[in-house]
């Protein structure tokens, strides 16, 4: 999966449950990323990490929240504040720096498709 | 805030002839510009990237062309086959330690036949 491996690839959500979705990269990217991409739209930003143990709201955070513990790991919890968590997610990580090989380009996870039931 | 805007949302082409997609961006201190496809139910994969040095960058059949005035750039795909139907997303980023690229809406493109 180029380095950076998402799971489970398909989760179900019953009303009113928390879920995690794994997003591990062994890439040594600095910075990592959670979008959400909806039917027939763009990737929206959720939750992002330049650091260890620090993270930064994207443009739609409210319902979700991240870890960042461990350089190779970034979880996403969707809480049950998130009311309308059917999506396509797509973690994404990149080397800021440029060392690791083009500067700023995503690599993207295969994504985890969660459905509400 | 930063916004990209992408036009058109669908694109429908015969096979042989070219493809144009066009985005435009808000956030001035951009500068690095990255495209992306994605298959049905893949990931998306970058295809070409420009920066802002840069006004044109060609890849075999796929170009991208960047204007800083006019804060626009556009994807050119030459001699279109039957596996460029894909959705494609342009985007933009400041390309500093703040990385965070902002993606545009994204625009459905299908070959016809």
């Known amino acids: 999966d180029g380095g950076i491996t998402q799971s489970p690839k398909y989760l179900f959500r019953k009303e009113g449950q928390n879920v995690t979705l794994s997003c591990e990269q062994n890439?040594?990217?600095?910075?990592m990323y959670w979008y959400r991409q909806d039917p027939g739209q763009g990737l929206r930003l959720i939750y992002y990490?330049?650091?260890?143990?620090?993270?930064q709201k994207g443009d739609i955070a409210e319902g979700y929240s991240v870890s960042r513990e461990k350089k190779e790991s970034f979880p996403l919890t969707v809480t049950s504040a998130q009311k309308n968590p059917t999506a396509f997610y797509l973690c994404?990580?990149?080397?800021?720096?440029?060392?690791?090989?083009?500067?700023?380009?995503?690599?993207f996870g295969s994504g985890t498709r969660l459905t509400v039931v | 805030g930063e916004n990209v805007e992408q036009h058109p949302s669908t694109l429908s082409v015969q096979e042989g002839d070219s493809a144009v997609i066009k985005c435009t961006y808000s956030d001035s201190a951009s500068n690095y510009f990255p495209w992306y496809k994605q298959e049905l139910g893949k990931r998306p994969q970058l295809i070409i990237d420009i920066r802002s040095n840069v006004g044109e960058k060609k890849d075999q059949r796929i170009a991208v062309t960047l204007n800083k005035t006019a804060k626009h750039f556009s994807l050119h795909i030459t001699e279109t086959q039957p596996e460029d139907s894909a959705v494609y997303f342009c985007a933009a980023s400041r390309g500093s330690s703040a990385s965070k690229i902002i993606f545009g809406s994204g625009t459905r493109l299908s070959i016809r036949p």
């Open positions: 990490s330049q650091i260890v143990n620090d993270f």
């Open positions: 890439l040594n990217h600095d910075a």
């Open positions: 994404a990580s990149t080397d800021p720096s440029g060392r690791q090989g083009p500067l700023y380009g995503y690599t």
